[in-house]
């Protein structure tokens, strides 16, 4: 079957918000300690404990904004363990594997790694062994102008004036090892806590409450829309066979990052897929009770989960990262893409060692991954102008339905460039596809550049030894044909990323 996709380059009206390209650092396995924070004493070359190489990497990326201090950690964080000196800070429990907590890593350090990424500050607050008081306190610990007992006690602590911060999470995944709880008890919760969310200083939070599954989620709009900016929703792509619903802790996960054959290739595929579909009845969901649109939906954990890789710690959740992920990747990007209007952030799982990362390290050795190199591809469509587009495609029959065996979506910047992200999912076959890219104002020739990620076989990932072996290269498998329309042959397993220039 021929392959075709049309794009309106004189229509569309609504951003990609740049947010959607944000990122999570939890306090799990080596994300912080190793990963991001070596400490100030460290060999490991630092600016202030923060490690200049994963810093360096991290920067080409443009991070708009980033996740902390969890997930299932932050429902445990105590922010007083994270502030003052750090020789005197306490030793605490952390819940993920019960591994130590040195809190080494506190506020002022994930402040400071924000500014030096240049990301804004999404903070979790914990809801279920916190109080309302102590998240107020936070609050205003962090922004509070002034001699406030709270700002004083920052100022000593080191930084006098408050920090910018916006993005804040009442509580995380409340429904499992948030508490437990259900809609009817999050949801007179979250009337609690949310009070406790002052806006400090010229201020202006925007509060993300805590979503899960349909009903969760719908139960929720209807009895407290109107108290939250955001509701947050989490989807992996992974293999469970029990556990889907509780605590993590308690999944049966199948699947490795790099030890799979092409069932297992489609089916992480198809998972990914799923995320349409989820956000497409969440919209129309949401529709209903925010008819303006008011309401932000936050995919604040999404990504791939395997078993962890064979030699590392059980709760570590560290998985290598292979070209099937860089698809993931692309291809969960353009389904955000497309629902520009009602998606307003998304945050990968997670930025460092864990789960679906950017940067893999290993004492002092790092890595970018192939999801890393679709995320500095793909930064293009940051805060550019989601354009439609309709893609005609086989379809791959899988174990679990059918799948799209090609992903697209198109932006058109403030330059008047036009970008165009395109995946052929197919491990083996290269697909042929017509491009046509209507309303465009031609000034001249059509000037077309590319670049593709691909590789030779479905594991390839980059290694300490082989840290290049899957990065982009130019594409220039790209006709003009007659009409403006573009003829491309996009290789098996492959992400492309189109810049047009008329
Ligand atoms: O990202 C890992 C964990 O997955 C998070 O802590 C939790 O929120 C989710 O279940």
């Known amino acids: 079957m021929s392959s075709e996709l049309i794009i309106h380059a004189d229509q569309g009206a609504t951003r990609i918000s740049r947010h959607l390209y944000g990122q999570f650092a939890e306090h799990l396995g080596t994300c912080i300690y190793g990963g991001l924070w070596v400490g100030e004493s460290s060999p490991i070359p630092n600016i202030r404990g923060i490690r200049r190489d994963v810093l360096s990497a991290l920067r080409e990326l443009r991070i708009p904004n980033l996740r902390w201090p969890g997930g299932c950690f932050a429902e445990s964080y105590h922010w007083r ?25 506190g506020t002022h350090e994930f402040m400071d790694l924000c500014d030096l990424l240049g990301a804004q500050p999404y903070i979790c607050g914990n809801m279920s062994t916190g109080s309302p008081e102590e998240m107020a306190d936070w609050l205003e610990y962090i922004t509070a102008a002034g001699d406030s007992r709270l700002a004083q006690l920052r100022a000593r602590n080191g930084r006098v004036e408050p920090w910018p911060l916006t993005y804040w999470a009442v509580g995380n995944e409340n429904w499992g090892c948030g508490g437990h709880m259900t809609v009817q008890q999050y949801t007179a919760a979250y009337r609690r806590f949310q009070p406790a969310c002052r806006n400090f200083s ?14 969760w989620n719908e139960a929720l709009m209807r009895d407290a829309g109107t108290l939250m900016d955001g509701l947050s929703i989490h989807h992996y792509s992974r293999t469970i066979s029990h556990g889907q619903g509780g605590d993590p802790a308690s999944m049966t996960l199948h699947g490795q990052a790099t030890r799979f054959d092409a069932a297992d290739w489609w089916h992480i595929l198809r998972k990914a897929t799923y995320m349409d579909g989820f956000i497409t009845r969440m919209k129309r969901m949401m529709d209903r009770y925010d008819a303006g649109g008011r309401v932000g939906l936050i995919v604040d954990e999404w990504g791939t989960w395997y078993k962890e890789d064979d030699g590392k710690p059980a709760g570590s959740l560290y998985q290598q990262n292979t070209i099937r992920d860089a698809l993931v990747a ?4 353009n389904i955000f893409h497309r629902h520009a209007d009602r998606v307003h952030m998304a945050n990968i799982a997670q930025m460092v060692n864990v789960l679906q990362a950017m940067v893999l390290t290993d004492g002092p050795h790092m890595l970018r991954t192939p999801t890393f190199h679709v995320f500095e591809m793909n930064k293009v469509h940051q805060g550019a102008v989601t354009l439609p587009a309709d893609l005609t495609c086989a379809e791959q029959p899988v174990d679990i339905g059918t799948v799209p065996v090609l992903s697209a979506s198109a932006s058109r910047a403030d330059s008047g460039e036009i970008h165009v992200t395109l995946c052929n999912l197919d491990p083996e076959t290269p697909a042929a596809l017509s491009c046509d890219i209507r309303g465009l104002q031609m000034e001249g020739a059509m000037r077309v550049s590319a670049r593709v990620l691909t590789a030779d076989t479905m594991q390839a990932h980059n290694t300490f030894d082989a840290p290049d072996a899957v990065v982009p290269i130019g594409f220039d498998d790209v006709r003009i044909g007659g009409g403006g329309t573009l003829e491309l042959v996009l290789p098996a397993k492959s992400v492309v990323v189109l810049t047009v220039q008329a």
Not at 82 to 94: A, D, H, L
Not at 209 to 215: S, V
């Open 202 to 215: 010229g201020a202006r939070l925007y509060k993300v409450a805590c979503g899960w599954e349909d009903d």
């Open 81 to 105: 363990d994270g502030i003052g000196p750090r020789e005197g800070r306490p030793v605490t429990e952390n819940g993920w594997g019960g591994i130590r907590e040195s809190n080494q890593f």
């Open 330 to 333: 692309a291809v969960t990007l």
